[in-house]
T-cell receptor, first 114, second 112 residues
Framework: DAKTTQPNSMESNEEEPVHLPCNHS???????IHWYRQLPSQGPEYVIH???SNVNNRMASLAIAEDRKSSTLILHRATLRDAAVYYC???????????????FGRGTQLTVWP | KAGVTQTPRYLIKTRGQQVTLSCSPI?????VSWYQQTPGQGLQFLFE???????NKGNFPGRFSGRQFSNSRSEMNVSTLELGDSALYLC???????????FGQGTRLTVV
């Protein structure tokens, strides 16, 4: 699976927007971009995913570069509850070898200050 | 809709023993995946089951095994436990295995 690169850590103040970057320069045409997050002492939680167009849901927005080699997860107003490790993952859903399988890197540890 | 349920939440076992962990997926989900999480290695994929068949397997020794029942519930078994097996074991369910996955809270296994 194509590799992603994320900063090890980022910080934000409460109620400010947060932009979490992810580079995936070797992305293939059939790779979907997924984001998960893991709060302390919990299992990972699905956040959002997209293929080419920007996506919005109740948790966040996903902005995908036109060449798809990078993406940004946007939390519009960070809360203390958003402090977590955020994982950017590529999924080629057409390949049998990736069925049921997510490749987690080290992710970005987001710290939110009150 | 109930989430993914893993039991037990905590376990302490002795080296050489075996252990069985259980996972109940979200109703209607047929894919169940297992992951091991340690501070040193992060989240690593163990295996995935779909309709009682193992479809994918990670790079773990044969001491790690699993199965899935007709109601999609899954169990994983670790035999001859080693100290290095101490970890958080996470189960994830999804509808077909290629859509978003929903994780349980995990089972914290400590081997002493």
């Amino acid at each position: 699976d194509a590799k992603t690169t994320q900063p090890n850590s980022m910080e934000s103040n409460e109620e400010e927007p947060v932009h979490l970057p992810c580079n995936h320069s070797t992305i293939s045409g059939t790779d979907y971009i997924h984001w998960y997050r893991q709060l302390p002492s919990q299992g990972p939680e699905y956040v959002i995913h997209g293929l080419t167009s920007n996506v919005n849901n109740r948790m966040a927005s996903l902005a995908i570069a036109e060449d798809r080699k990078s993406s940004t997860l946007i939390l519009h107003r960070a809360t203390l509850r958003d402090a977590a490790v955020y994982y950017c993952i590529l999924r080629d859903v057409g390949r049998g070898s990736t069925l049921g399988r997510l490749y987690f890197g080290r992710g970005t540890q987001l710290t939110v200050w009150p | 809709k109930a989430g993914v349920t893993q039991t037990p939440r905590y376990l302490i076992k002795t080296r050489g023993q075996q252990v069985t962990l259980s996972c109940s997926p979200i109703s209607g989900h047929r894919s169940v995946s297992w992951y091991q999480q340690t501070p040193g290695q992060g989240l690593q994929f163990l295996f995935e089951y779909f309709s009682e068949t193992q479809r994918n397997k990670g790079n773990f020794p044969g001491r790690f095994s699993g199965r899935q029942f007709s109601n999609s519930r899954s169990e994983m078994n670790v035999s001859t436990l080693e100290l290095g097996d101490s970890a958080l074991y996470l189960c994830a369910s999804s509808f077909l295995g290629n859509t978003e996955a929903f994780f349980g809270q995990g089972t914290r296994l400590t081997v002493v």
